[in-house]
C-alpha cells in the first residue's frame, strides 16, 4: 500500500513538473505561432494571428504534457521556422523620391525656328530644308526650345566630344548642384550615382564624370545606362529603387539626359532628319531615399514600376535604330513601323499594370469584354446576335486610377494619340503639351519637366497619383507609378518661370486648325480624282497633323 502511494506520489510531481514546463513554454511557443501566423508582415491580422496561434498553442501543449523535452524541440523548431521566413521573405523598403530638379536651359541657348534655314543653308538641299521647317512649325515647338552653342555655330567640327562634355555638363553638372542645395544633401552622402544617356557614352564614363565633379566618397557605386533610349529614365529610376530595396539607409542620384551635340545629323535621308528638328538640350537630376529621417519631407512614394520590352521581336527591335544612311552620315533611323510597335507595347504595358492601380469595377469590365470576344470569336454565329460595341475592345479607364499625367514628349501626334486613346481632358494632357512646346522633345528626361510643370503651376494634394508614361527604342514602354506624400506646389522650379499657357493654347489651337483645313483640302482632292490620290501622302505628309507620329523615340 505504501509503495503504490508512493508510485502515485511520484506520477503527480511528474505530471505537475511536466504542466509546469509545458506552462513556461507556452508564451515561447504562442510568441513563435503568432510570428508565422502573421507571416513577419505588419500589415497582418494580429489578432486573426494570435488567436490562431493561442490555438495551435494549446494544442500542442496538450499533446506533450508527459515529455518536457518535446515541448522544447517544438518551441525551437518554431523558433526556427520563423527566423527562416524572416531571413527568406524581407519586408520590401520603401523608395521615396527626396526632391528633383530640371535643367533651365541659358537664354542664349534659346533657336527660334525661323533660323532653321540659316542653320541649314549650304549644307541641307532646298526641299530638306522646307522639310524640316514645316516640321518644326506643325509638331508644337515653340521659339524657347534650347539648342547648345556648338550646333547654333553652323560649324560641323565644332559638335566633338569635347562640345558634347561641355553640354552634359552645363545641362546636368549645374542641375544637380542646384538639387544638392535645395534639398540640403552633401554629395558625400550619396551611396548609388545611376546616369543614362543612350547616345553619348564616353570614357570615362558620365556617372564617374559626377563623381570626380563632386568628389564624392571612394564608396559610392556608380552605373551609367546607354542606348536604352527614351524609355531609359524611369529604367534608371526602377534599377535606384532596386538598389534602395536591398541597402538600408541609402540615397541614390539618378541623372537622366539626351546629348544633341553628337547626335546632329548632315545627311539628306528624311526619316533621320527629324530627330535634327525635335530634340532639344535637357537634363534632369533625382534624389532618391529610403532614410526614415527623409520619409516625412519627401516628396513621393514610388508605388509601381512596370516595363514592357519587345526587343525579341525583329520589327519592334528595329524601328528606332542608329546606323549609318547610303553617304556614311550617322544618325537615328525612324522605321514606319514605329506607330504600330508602339501601339502594341502600350496596351501590353496597361495590361500589366491594370491590375495594379485600377479598381475592380474597371478590371471587371475588362474581363468581361475580353470573355465575350473569346467566346464570339469561338462562335462566330454568336457574334452576329451580339451589339458591334461588345466585339470592341474595352479599353479600362485609368482616369479613374491616376489624378495626373506625364506622357513622353515624342511628338504632337503621340500626344494626340494617347489623348484619344485614353480619353484624356484637354488639361490632363497639358503637362506634356506645355513641356513639348517649350522644351522640345527631351528625351528621358521629359518626365520630370511634366512633373516640374505639375508641381510649379497646378500642385499636388497628399495621395494623389501621378502616372508617368516613356517609351523608346528597343522596342520599350515602361510606366512609374508615384504617390504624393504631402501637399505640394513647389514654386522653384525655374524652367517654368514665366510660361503663359494662354499663349502656348492660342498657337496650338491656330495649329490645329490649320492642319484640319489641310486634311479637308486633302480630302476634297483625293475625291475628287476618284480616290487616286489618298496614296500619295508618302513622306510629305509629314508636315501635317500626323506628321510627328512616328517619333515616338
Known amino acids: 500500500m505504501a509503495c503504490a502511494v508512493a508510485r502515485h506520489a511520484r506520477l503527480d510531481k511528474t505530471m505537475h513538473d511536466t504542466s509546469s514546463t509545458a506552462k513556461w513554454h507556452y508564451p515561447a511557443l504562442c510568441a513563435t505561432g503568432v510570428v508565422l501566423a502573421a507571416g513577419v508582415h505588419p500589415l497582418a491580422n494580429l489578432r486573426t494571428a494570435v488567436g490562431h496561434a493561442e490555438a495551435v498553442c494549446s494544442a500542442v501543449a496538450h499533446c506533450v504534457t508527459a515529455t518536457p523535452l518535446l515541448v522544447i524541440t517544438a518551441s525551437a523548431v518554431l523558433m526556427s521556422l520563423a527566423l527562416l521566413c524572416y ?39 532646298e526641299e530638306d530644308i522646307a522639310f524640316q521647317e514645316r516640321i518644326a512649325y506643325r509638331t508644337g515647338l515653340s521659339d524657347e526650345t534650347a539648342v547648345c552653342p556648338a550646333i547654333q555655330s553652323g560649324d560641323e567640327a565644332n559638335c566633338g566630344i569635347e562640345a558634347a562634355r561641355f553640354e552634359y555638363g552645363a545641362t546636368c553638372i549645374t542641375t544637380i548642384s542646384k538639387l544638392f542645395a535645395k534639398t540640403g544633401v552633401s554629395p558625400h552622402q550619396v551611396n548609388f550615382v545611376i546616369t543614362n544617356s543612350s547616345l553619348f557614352n564616353p570614357t570615362p564614363s558620365l556617372s564617374a564624370m559626377i563623381m570626380n565633379h563632386f568628389k564624392m566618397s571612394g564608396r559610392t557605386i556608380n552605373y551609367s545606362l546607354g542606348g536604352m533610349g527614351c524609355s531609359a529614365g524611369v529604367i534608371a529610376l526602377d534599377l535606384a529603387r532596386e538598389l534602395l530595396g536591398q541597402h538600408p539607409n541609402s540615397i541614390a542620384l539618378v ?51 512596370v516595363r514592357t520590352n519587345l526587343a525579341s521581336d525583329d520589327t519592334a527591335y528595329n524601328c528606332v535604330v542608329q546606323t549609318e544612311d547610303a553617304e556614311r552620315h550617322v544618325g537615328v533611323r525612324l522605321n514606319k513601323d514605329l506607330i504600330k510597335v508602339g501601339a502594341r507595347a502600350l496596351r501590353d504595358n496597361m495590361t500589366a499594370l491594370g491590375p495594379k492601380v485600377l479598381p475592380y469595377s474597371e478590371q471587371a469590365k475588362y474581363a468581361a469584354s475580353l470573355a465575350v470576344r473569346k467566346a464570339a470569336k469561338l462562335q462566330p454565329a454568336l457574334a452576329k446576335h451580339l451589339p458591334a460595341r461588345w466585339l470592341q475592345p ?4 485609368f482616369r479613374k486610377a491616376f489624378d495626373y499625367y506625364c506622357i513622353h514628349t515624342g511628338g504632337r501626334g503621340i ?82 518661370d514665366g510660361f503663359d499657357g494662354e499663349v ?50
Open 504 to 553: 502656348m493654347w492660342k498657337e496650338l489651337d491656330e495649329l490645329e486648325a490649320a492642319a484640319a483645313a489641310g486634311r479637308a483640302a486633302k480630302a476634297a482632292a483625293a475625291a475628287a480624282a476618284g480616290g487616286g490620290g489618298a496614296a500619295g501622302g508618302g513622306v510629305a505628309a509629314a508636315g501635317g497633323h500626323g506628321a510627328d507620329t512616328p517619333r515616338t523615340s
Open 394 to 397: 474595352y479599353t479600362p479607364d
Open 87 to 125: 531571413i527568406l521573405c524581407p519586408q520590401r523598403r520603401h523608395a521615396y523620391v527626396l526632391d528633383f530638379e530640371v535643367h533651365q536651359p541659358h537664354a542664349s541657348w534659346r533657336f527660334a525656328r525661323s533660323r532653321i534655314r540659316d542653320l541649314c543653308h549650304g549644307k541641307f538641299s
Open 415 to 496: 500626344i494626340d494619340g494617347l489623348e484619344k486613346e485614353m480619353q484624356l481632358s484637354r488639361q490632363q494632357v497639358e503637362p506634356s503639351r506645355a513641356s513639348l512646346y517649350r522644351f522640345g522633345n527631351t528625351s528621358s528626361t521629359s518626365v520630370w519637366y511634366e512633373l516640374a510643370f505639375i508641381e510649379s503651376q497646378c500642385g499636388l494634394a497628399a495621395g494623389q497619383k501621378v502616372w508617368q508614361l516613356a517609351f523608346g527604342s528597343g522596342f520599350k514602354f515602361n510606366s512609374a507609378v508615384l504617390v504624393a506624400r504631402r501637399g505640394i506646389k513647389d514654386g522653384s522650379h525655374a524652367a517654368w
Open 255 to 305: 541623372v537622366s539626359h539626351e546629348n544633341i551635340t553628337n547626335n546632329y545629323y548632315s545627311g539628306s535621308d528624311k526619316s533621320m532628319l527629324i530627330p535634327n528638328v525635335l530634340f532639344r538640350c535637357n537634363g534632369s537630376a533625382v534624389l532618391l531615399t529610403n532614410r526614415s529621417c527623409h520619409a516625412a519631407r519627401a516628396k513621393y512614394t514610388i508605388q509601381h514600376i
